[in-house]
């Protein structure tokens, strides 16, 4: 009888080893650097971003989070690094809209974001400005729906390539007012707002950093924002959506892990981004970045993903866009 209480103790007591270890595991992680990749080159809005989190998370729970740029295939390369990684909370993806739009644009991925990942909570969203030539007549996105339907192909809207969120919400654009415009996509964000100004191409959708101070130099003129609401950068410009009810289309970016990562890992990082989120400093910088918050459980992170992907599905088929 005194042999079978022993046993039964050690039979309880090792199944509760490994609900323990996890919980050992979450409370002590991390113990060591942890790496957060980004599929972009350093200095890019993504980038950016990417080292605010990073130092965050790096004061809070006392381990490094180093930055990794893995840029390539718009962004592909740094996503399947991180796809493949070990399952342990180690390796960090810097997930983008760019994943969202990648998996309808690229026909041969070796691998499903949505299937392959862990989300773990988002962070920013960053809506962009469409903004136009100031030799464009047009002052109102009303003005330009009818300036564009009476030059039908003749105006040039510029991206940083194919499947950039430039170049999807000007596509998204094009779709629900109507209108014909040529896209030139070129290589990089940067190039393509030069020719903007130098009147090249006539349109734009790009980022708000990097076209904000142009914009207040009068070399750029703003129509609208393609957030749901207006933005305290730039108050007086109306939403595209107030014309075009129902548009919307932004930037966004939050963490992913390979899939397999410990829930309590993923609930440890999550909570520790949410805390972020409602941090004044915090808050400060990503208002810097015309960006707002998008805090978020892994669950709800998720199906924003998966939202995003389904839309933007849609917008790549009806542009005919791919990545060849």
Do not use: C
């Not at 390369?77 to 309808?104: M, W």
């Not at 209108?179 to 990089?188: K, L």
């Amino acid at each position: 009888m005194v042999r079978r209480r022993q046993f039964l103790r050690l039979a309880a007591g090792a199944a509760a080893l490994p609900v323990v270890s996890r919980i050992a595991s979450a409370q002590a992680y991390p113990t060591r650097p942890v790496r957060l990749v980004v599929g972009t080159v350093a200095g890019a809005t993504p980038d950016i971003i990417a080292r605010v989190i990073g130092g965050w998370l790096s004061d809070r729970l006392g381990q490094p989070f180093v930055i990794e740029n893995r840029p390539g295939a718009g962004g592909n390369i740094g996503a399947e690094a991180v796809v493949r990684a070990a399952p342990d909370g180690y390796t960090l993806h810097l997930a983008a809209a760019a994943n969202a739009i990648n998996a309808s644009l690229y026909r041969n991925l070796n691998f499903n974001y949505i299937r392959d990942t862990a989300p773990v909570a988002g962070f920013a969203r960053t809506p962009l400005v469409m903004e136009v030539n100031p030799s464009i007549p047009a002052k109102t996105v009303p003005e330009f729906i009818a300036y564009a339907k009476a030059n039908p192909g003749k105006l040039n809207m510029a991206s940083g390539g194919n499947g950039t969120p430039q170049h999807v919400s000007g596509e998204l654009f094009k779709l629900m007012a109507g209108v014909q415009m040529q896209h030139v996509p070129y290589r990089g964000a940067a190039l393509a707002l030069t020719d903007l100004i130098g009147g090249q191409v006539q349109v734009m959708f790009d980022t708000i950093p990097a076209s904000i101070e142009f914009i207040r130099a009068g070399k750029l003129r703003p129509l609208a924002v393609t957030s749901a609401t207006r933005l305290d950068i730039l108050p007086d410009l109306p939403t595209v959506g107030d014309f075009l009810p129902g548009y919307e289309a932004t930037s966004w970016s939050g963490i992913a892990a390979p899939r397999g990562t410990a829930a309590d890992i993923v609930q440890k990082l999550n909570q520790e981004i949410n805390a972020a989120l409602v941090d004044p400093g915090v808050v400060a910088r990503i208002a810097d970045l015309g960006s707002t918050g998008l805090p978020s459980s892994p669950t709800e992170f998720a199906k924003f993903i998966a939202e995003e992907t389904d839309k933007w599905a849609a917008v790549v088929k009806f542009s005919g866009a791919t990545s060849e």
